[in-house]
């Protein structure tokens, strides 16, 4: 019998202790993984790929390198010494290198290289090593950061996280874009959204989040779509306002900004980023925003109710030109394009209490008051043919009591594409799902 | 056009800052739901639920009530006064009050009550109001503090956090107890775990984690098994030891606890828990654990290679006594037992480099070094009868080089039912999904 204690293994440097190391002649020991290897005559360069950065090590004609590949990895122990070619500054000058694992093959493609360039079916399918570039991996890098400051913000506004099924009976958005299985012999689904159960929530705890996968049926291909991605949702109850469910949301944007900023200033830097300004996002309301891209752009509007892509762009482009943003709220959607849980602007019901975010031409947000009357949206749902008893949990909710409430889901993997200004939101999931793609 | 620029609505006065208001008569305005009414006469007694607890209200004659049903949401304003008999040490003498929203009919069930005695079932179906019953209500915060303190701890021991695929083309963890689907043709599968991926993610930043569901098709109902459930994973590359795993785990309960102890009183006190002590957590071998508890309290083994629910309680107990420790790590797994990715026990390879962790009686967690090299992973595939051409994407890993690893997976519904002492996981679960319920 042991006893585990919790207590920390033997330190092992990071780069960041490195980059506070004396340069006074001590030992220290890495591992890594060995992500290039340059034989220069008398020395190597080993380019040391550690999970915070690279390394240079110089190995003299004395320590032997037999079978060290590139993708092997290793515990070096060495000396740090200045050289303001090496990354960070400094070199290690290696007195002991011991192998710890070894590849079976080589790379197929050589992911030690600044940019790869390779066809994005090749880079999905080798999507296991082709994250090992140094680039790739900081789009991930970031993401951690909005996915870290989404939740710190909520935390902070007293939002309480939440876990909801993903195996559902029914629906939330409807359509035909939905997953389905078999549960049992019943039939069953996979969530689009976790709108029931958040609104559920907020007769609990009057404020909650969940950031979690989603799954929509999309049957096109384009690089806006994935067939399973990550919501930030949050649902706020005793609004007065559907305005403070984007105060909340630009709110959440500064916070991911000043994080990305302070604690992800080396991945900006090696994905060459600026970050936007987001100290006021405009906000413009559906008609008024269709209206004015057409009329700037020369673009006709074709679809009165709802927004083409290519009107996505040009708002933003409008928003960018006349106000130096690049995130502009759209307003006041049409009722007949929301879900029957929106709520309808008393002072005009063909519109909602709703609003998207663009970002950069993008959709990244959807979100709007709810109805929270009983009578309310048991009549909306037969207005819309649907059958109220069919919903009979869900509407558990305005039956016994719901505050006014509103809220909104966030595309992670949206968010992350237009922020690192990549031109597919594969590029932005670590494993895409497409209408082809299951794998790996 | 408006500016939308983050900021906070004008403060309406959470129960935080009511017991840190003076008691000089300032008007202070709250929002919440009435949680309980009780009319006394001249003046009436108003239980108002808010996100962080119940607030009294008192109304004399002067305020009308009229429509006033429990559940209903208002927005009041009133004095605090001390009152040694209210929660909190003080109640609210209404001035004003305005209904927000009212219920269409009452509560099926008192959730105002302490307790609530429901039959499993019927709280199940009545969930979206049943969670409205404060001590229901902070089973699911302890379950929240549980998800922040995982992820604090990890990202303080520098792990990455990531999302990965939840519709997959194979499982992880083999067998019948897998959810199939049709993914436009062809056959997918909801994942068991995020296993292929979390050690795909080992080679890209060395450790890594995530929180997030994961399915089982268990075809048997027991008080411990959930069909969809949260996962909290981790993975770690260049480990000495599969040791270094438990030491993180233990690392994690020390964080936990604090956390809970810290931000989470309030919860604590109204379920009546005391936190375990974590200091530290005795592990004992898998023979010799079965050996103790069937000699300690008379049950012989019959299964040498597994242990059965009644020796994980015996384990537990043995611990217990023996050491004072709820918890207690059972380790080396026999190898016909361990999924086929467990590095065998170089010293005696009938048994893996693994452990589960054992909580009063149950297991929480599972966790193991993995195999790293190509040659011994194929060599173990083989050996089971498995096909390593259908897992060609996962073996790129190996193939191409990662270092020693391992890792673990925590079911955060058994953590929060063990901990909160509940009969049953689905108590733990805000929806939960079993082999006959798919709602709520």
Redesign the interface.
């Known amino acids: ?9 033997e330190g ?1 440097y ?1 780069i960041a202790d490195l980059r506070r190391c004396e340069r006074d002649g001590q030992e220290v020991t890495v ?1 890594g ?1 060995i992500h290039a290897r340059r034989d220069m005559g008398s020395i190597t360069f080993l380019t040391l790929r ?3 950065g690279v390394v240079q090590c110089v190995a003299d004609a004395g320590i032997d390198l037999t079978g060290l590949s590139e ?3 290793v ?1 070096v122990t060495g000396t740090v010494r200045d050289d303001e070619r090496a990354p960070n500054g400094f070199e290690l000058a290696i007195t002991k290198l011991q192998i ?9 493609v050589p992911v030690s290289k600044w940019k790869l360039n390779l066809n994005l079916d090749t880079e999905l ?5 082709v ?2 570039n140094l680039r790739k ?1 900081s789009v ?2 970031i ?2 950061g909005l ?2 400051a989404f ?1 710190a913000y909520m ?1 902070g506004q ?1 939002f ?11 629906g939330a958005e409807g359509g035909s874009n939905i ?6 012999g ?1 039939k ?1 689904f ?1 969530t689009q959204s976790p709108q ?2 958040k609104q ?2 907020v ?5 909650v989040f969940e950031l ?2 989603v ?1 929509r ?1 999309e ?1 096109h291909s384009t690089p806006r779509h994935l ?2 991605y ?1 919501s930030m949702d949050f649902e706020m ?2 609004i ?1 306002s559907f ?2 469910l ?6 959440f ?2 916070c991911a900004m000043a994080l990305l900023a302070q604690e992800y200033a080396d991945d900006l830097k090696r994905l060459n980023l600026t970050l936007p300004s ?7 309301r559906f008609d ?1 925003a269709k209206r004015l891209a057409a009329e700037k752009y020369g673009r006709p509007i074709r679809d009165p109710y709802d927004l083409e892509p290519e009107e996505e762009v040009n708002i933003s482009r409008y928003a960018k030109q006349t106000w130096d943003s690049d995130f502009v ?1 759209v307003t006041h959607y049409p009722s007949k394009k929301r879900p029957f849980y929106a709520m309808d602007d008393p002072a005009d019901p063909k519109y909602t209490l709703s609003f998207d975010l663009l970002f950069r031409g993008m959709e990244v947000t959807t979100g709007g008051q709810r109805i ?4 309310g949206q048991v009549a909306k749902m037969l207005d819309r043919g649907m059958h109220p008893e069919e919903f009979t ?2 509407l ?9 409430h509103g809220g909104l889901g966030i595309g ?1 993997e949206r968010l992350t594409m237009k922020l690192c200004e990549l031109d597919n939101v594969r590029h932005a ?3 895409p ?1 497409d ?2 793609r ?3």
Request: glycine content about 4%; hydrophobic content about 35%.
């Open positions: 019998m042991d006893f585990v204690t919790g207590s920390a293994p092992r990071e591992h993984a550690k999970r915070d993708e092997a990895t515990l710890l694992s070894t590849p079976a093959e080589p790379l197929p399918n080798l999507r296991p090593v994250l090992r991996r991930f890098k993401q951690e996915g870290r939740r935390e007293k309480t996280e939440i876990h909801t099924p993903k195996i559902v009976h029914a997953f389905r299985l078999d549960y049992f019943k069953a996979l029931f159960y559920m929530m007769g609990v705890y009057e404020r979690a996968p799954f049926a049957k067939n399973e990550t109850g005793y007065q305005t403070e984007m105060e909340m949301e630009t709110g944007l500064q987001v100290e006021k996002i405009p906000a413009l008024e709220f929270h009357s009983y009578e949990q869900y558990m909710l305005h039956k016994h009591g719901v505050p006014p992670l999931c670590l494993f799902r209408l082809n299951l794998e790996p």
